[in-house]
């Protein structure tokens, strides 16, 4: 089960960091993606956390966003910075455990419910 937090609104430029709380399986086996999605667009993946603790981020946030997991609480973190309006969407967490592209949403079967981040001034 996984479960998405800290959504919410911050001018460009802003910071945000989001959580996703995930029970019911060992964090360090599995593949955690955040993906967003914009309104009328579909999932991308933006932040990819490997078990073997590599870290591979989209163009469009490379640089800027940073994916982390803390094992013994069993979260997985992403730290915004410099945000841009086209930020803005629905941000999932999505975790499984064997995982050859990362980026494609049907690769996952764990979900969570997402959180919306709104980026506007």
């Known amino acids: 089960q996984l479960m998405e937090s800290g959504g919410g609104m911050v001018q460009p430029g802003g910071s945000l960091t989001l959580s996703c709380a995930t029970s019911?399986?060992?964090?360090?086996?599995?593949?955690v993606t955040w993906f967003r999605q914009a309104p009328g667009k579909g999932r991308e993946g933006v932040a990819t956390?490997?078990?073997?603790?590599?870290?591979y981020y989209g163009h469009s946030v490379e640089g800027r966003f940073t994916i982390s997991a803390d094992g013994a609480k069993g979260t997985v973190s992403q730290e915004m910075r410099s945000l841009k309006p086209e930020d803005t969407g629905v941000y999932y967490c999505?975790?499984?455990?064997?995982?050859?592209?990362?980026?494609?949403?049907?690769?996952?079967?764990?979900w969570g419910q997402g959180t919306q981040v709104t980026v506007s001034s």
């Open positions: 999505a975790a499984e455990q064997i995982v050859r592209y990362q980026w494609r949403p049907g690769s996952y079967t764990n």
């Open positions: 019911g399986f060992t964090l360090e086996l599995y593949t």
């Open positions: 956390l490997r078990p073997s603790g590599n870290t």
